[in-house]
């Protein structure tokens, strides 16, 4: 079976700093990769998505950036956070296009200070 | 532009009552629908699905109705439970694309 893992669960983070979350998936081949993020009580925004390898799309504007260095792997950087950065992080994996679920996993809470 | 709503952003019932959450969507383009179960601090899950050559779909306690003719979804949760308790995400999707339009949300909350 699939399983989708966030790595760190929490981040507490100043201001101006770097960030660097992790989201591996397992038990699948070529996933459609996801970043959303989520305020609190707020929806999902999606962030990039990526269909392979070394390729992103980015759907908002942000100090924020994602990389997909291997298959199962995706991470989203940034080089200074923002006050506005603070949220809820979500990956999220499927297969094919369009008509497929798309299953997420369990959340950074990121909180920047 | 185009976007999936949701009609009432809070739902409170008693234990045992049935429970319908609503989703409005405008892209009539759109041909899969799912329904989405988000804790307190945790990440999305997977409730049921439709396609949009189905207008009904039953899973164990949940049933997804669609209308076509008017955009709307809907999601039935029978006999709720206090577990219930959560925010309730519809989304959509339109063939040839990877990514899913989410609605706001709903929050569902149970009293025993």
């Known amino acids: 079976s699939q399983t989708i893992h966030q790595w760190p669960a929490t981040l507490v983070q100043p201001v101006g700093s770097p960030l660097s979350l992790e989201c591996t998936v397992e038990?699948?081949?070529?996933?459609?990769l996801y970043w959303y993020r989520q305020a609190a009580g707020r929806g999902l925004q999606l962030l990039f998505y990526?269909?392979?390898?070394?390729?992103i799309s980015s759907e908002v504007p942000q100090n924020l950036s994602a990389s997909r260095p291997q298959d199962r792997q995706f991470i989203l950087s940034s080089k200074k956070l923002l006050l506005s950065d603070s949220g809820f992080y979500l990956c999220?994996?499927?297969?094919?296009?369009?008509?497929?679920?798309?299953?997420f996993g369990p959340g950074t809470r990121l909180t920047v200070l | 532009g185009e976007s999936v709503g949701l009609h009432l952003p809070t739902l409170s019932v008693q234990e045992g009552d049935n429970s319908i959450i609503n989703c409005a969507y405008s892209?009539?383009?759109?041909?899969?629908f799912i329904w989405y179960k988000q804790e307190s601090g945790k990440g999305p899950q997977f409730i049921i699905d439709?396609?949009?050559?189905?207008d009904k779909r039953q899973g164990q306690r949940v049933t997804v109705l669609l209308n076509k003719t008017v955009k709307h979804l809907s999601l039935q949760i029978a006999a709720t439970q206090p577990g219930d308790s959560a925010v309730y995400f519809c989304?959509?999707?339109?063939?040839?694309?990877?990514?899913?339009?989410f609605g706001k949300g709903t929050m569902l909350l149970v009293s025993p």
């Open positions: 990526s269909v392979g390898i070394g390729q």
């Open positions: 989304a959509e999707n339109s063939s040839g694309y990877s990514t899913l339009t």
């Open positions: 439709i396609r949009s050559n189905m």
């Open positions: 999220a994996w499927s297969v094919g296009v369009g008509t497929d679920t798309q299953y």
């Open positions: 892209n009539s383009a759109s041909d899969y």
């Open positions: 038990g699948t081949s070529n996933p459609n």
